[in-house]
């Protein structure tokens, strides 16, 4: 059983994730959609992530708030610098989490669901270790 304290950091890591995951998900998204479609909208972010568009409204002004996004009335969502590093980060995170599932043999399709999860999760250390291992 680990200490307190090394418990304690464990669970602050996490916690820590779970606040950026929404923000990696949405500048990752922004940035796919815009990269396939062009314009992006809120309506087409509640579709992807099947929420209301409420909701996204409401992770959007965080994001205009972050310095992630511009947002104008009646105008397409479009990243910032910062945004669009987020998203680049972001997205080689995803990959190379779905790469390395796929590796040990984990299909496609459960690697690709799989790893929009444990990409905000892991640390950089194993994210070292997954490429030499895919390498």
Known sequence: MLL?????????RVRDAHRREIVED????????????GDVRTGHLAE????????????VQRLVSEGMILE?????????DAGRNLAETSRRRHVL????????????????????????????QSL???????E
């Open 97 to 124: 989490v779905r790469d390395f599932l796929i590796s040990l043999g984990v299909d496609a399709e459960t690697a690709e669901a799989d790893a929009e999860g444990i990409e905000h999760h892991v640390s950089e």
């Open 26 to 37: 949405y500048v990752e998204m922004i940035s796919e959609l815009g990269r396939t479609q």
């Open 4 to 12: 307190p304290d090394a418990q304690a950091r464990n669970f602050l």
């Open 128 to 134: 070292a270790a997954f490429a030499k291992f895919i």
């Open 48 to 59: 992807r992530f099947g929420v209301s568009n409420a909701t996204v409204s409401n992770h």
């Open 72 to 80: 104008l009335p009646y105008q397409p969502l479009v990243l910032t």
